[in-house]
């Protein structure tokens, strides 16, 4: 409809500018295609973790209830997310990805910057000359982005999510940015007080969750708990991955440290941190 619009058609199209995996941003890529010459550009990792994602899913599976058992969530709940987290393989079908982006090095229009955080192939699509962007959901008008706790490709590091989303949106102040357009609510306007809000917001949230930490520590699940009391079971992951990015982003600041008890992870807080004292 936003094509038609706009006085086009989809066969018109070109060129499929991809700002992430995520299938609400790319499921419909294999449509388009079908109904165009369009090629697709995109994150170098997008097609594994596709792959990942809907070519393996036993595995996948396996590995979100491990993860899920690690982060302290009980078996029947974990069971219940897992079942709602499988739907979603239903909306997106594998599609080519012709070209792949390069960070910083321009792509027709574009010039990508890869701002891992809500998911690992973030991209914004920064068009230098009039300083605005494509950001997908790296920044939102409304809404702080949640970044994704997620399974990392073979060979790689475990992801610390909100640690590299902190990174990330210094990088996008970095680029003085004068207007976004994201992927989700209203054109961003003011970009630096977007992210100034989202770095309040996130030092809010962990000045109350060093509140609540006891000496017997805390798991991710106690945390969203804590965090989401009235939290849906469809919404598990999402809290699940706002507690963890928080506990981890903590210890990356030397707040607290973790440790496994009974196969499960804690976290607990420094007491030779300054604000102990």
Known sequence: ???????????????????????????????????????????????????????????????????MKRLGVPDDKADEAMVLWNQFKTYTESFTMHEAYATGQKVSLFTPYFVPGHSATDTVLFLGEHRVALVGDHLLSDVTPNPLMRRSLPGREPAKALVEYSGSLEISRGLRLARCFPGHGDVIETPDAIIDRIATRHEARNQKILKWLSTAGISPYQLCTLLFPRLNIANLYLGLSISLGHLELLEEMGRLHSMEKLGVVCYYRNTDFSEER
Request: aromatic share 8%; hydrophobic share 35%; net charge positive.
């Open 1 to 67: 409809k936003a094509v038609t619009h706009l006085g086009f058609s989809i066969s018109q199209l070109d060129e499929i500018h991809l700002t992430h995996h995520h299938v609400d941003h790319c499921g419909a890529t294999q449509w388009l295609c079908a109904r165009s010459q369009a090629r697709v550009f995109g994150h170098p990792d997008i097609p594994a973790y596709m792959a990942q994602a809907h070519r393996h899913n036993a595995r996948h599976h396996d590995y979100y209830m491990r993860l």
